[in-house]
């Protein structure tokens, strides 16, 4: 599935006979403290490149330039914004199509920033969006998350928890056609150390699957190499029940990930999208 994630990215924007969704944390939009302004020009091609039905952004801070972007690469697309971004300001936002999928509701769970009521807490909801598709009638629960980062204790602590919340959630909406897409700063994915098996004990009592399983890397970081090369990570997922992994025709991976195939890379090999758009990279999963 690596090798088809990669020539799918390498022959450009596909014609897919089902419908699709994906997601992409694009850095602290549209100002990053460390990197600067984002390079719309590369972000634009690559929403182009990753144009999907239903798309997740994680880490919007600057709400009405991201809808101008959006605007500007994805004509006819409509937005929705989540009012809580955490002391970040990192907010998440669905794009989607209006000719595939109709607006339903949208909510944010607040219980994940850390809030006890419906105030905004430290760290990011989780932002709640049901569509229909309008060929199918079916309906679908769009869960945009953004879960708190971070390799060291008392963060994959507070994690934990989150996970725990998921868990939870995922009961709730069991037969509603739940997809959770997002930055689920999972750290330790591929090192496979206790925060990966906090988060895969998640998915096994939820009954879910994450299509990030056959993905390499969904991230670069600066790593521990300490040789000027930055090592790649799995951070992203899109997180689907049994019945809708079952469906899943193709996930593509793209950007710095796929052109590189997550080898450990210098920032002037990764490129201008990494080093101008955002550490992370879009996925994106089609349905048959």
Not at 39 to 58: H, I, P, T, W, Y
Not at 169 to 179: P, Q, R, T, V
Request: with cysteine; net charge negative; aromatic share 10%.
């Amino acid at each position: 599935m690596k090798i088809l994630a990669l020539l799918s990215f390498l022959l450009g924007s596909q014609v897919w006979a089902g419908w699709s969704v994906s997601t992409y944390n694009i850095r602290n939009f549209d100002h990053d403290h460390e990197a600067g302004e984002t390079n719309l020009r590369e972000l634009g091609k690559n929403l182009k490149a990753f144009q999907s039905d239903v798309m997740a952004f994680v880490e919007v801070v600057n709400v009405n330039a991201f809808e101008q972007v959006v605007k500007e690469n994805l004509p006819g697309y409509l937005s929705l914004v989540s009012s809580c971004g955490g002391f970040g300001k990192q907010k998440l936002a669905i794009t989607f199509n209006p000719k595939i999928f109709s607006f339903v509701s949208s909510a944010e769970d607040m219980t994940f920033s850390g809030s006890t009521g419906s105030k905004c807490g430290s760290l990011r909801p989780v932002f709640l969006v049901t569509l229909q598709h309008k060929k199918s009638k079916e309906f679908y629960v769009f869960a945009a998350i953004h879960l708190k980062a971070g390799g060291a204790d008392t963060a994959m602590q507070q994690r934990w928890g989150q996970y725990e919340k998921l868990e939870k959630l995922a009961a709730s909406y069991s037969s509603k056609n739940l997809i959770m897409l997002g930055d689920f700063n999972t750290t330790g994915y591929n090192l496979k150390n206790e925060d990966y098996e906090h988060f895969d004990k998640f998915l096994e009592k939820a009954t879910l699957k994450t299509t990030s399983e056959n993905l390499a890397c969904t991230s670069y970081w600066t790593g521990t190499l300490g040789t000027g090369q930055h090592q790649s990570s799995i951070l992203d997922h899109i997180v689907l029940d049994k019945n809708l992994s079952d469906s899943v025709q193709d996930v593509v991976l793209g950007s710095h990930c796929a052109q590189m195939k997550c080898k450990d890379a210098t920032p002037e090999e990764l490129g201008v999208s990494y080093q101008t758009v955002s550490d992370h990279c879009p996925i994106q999963v089609t349905f048959k």
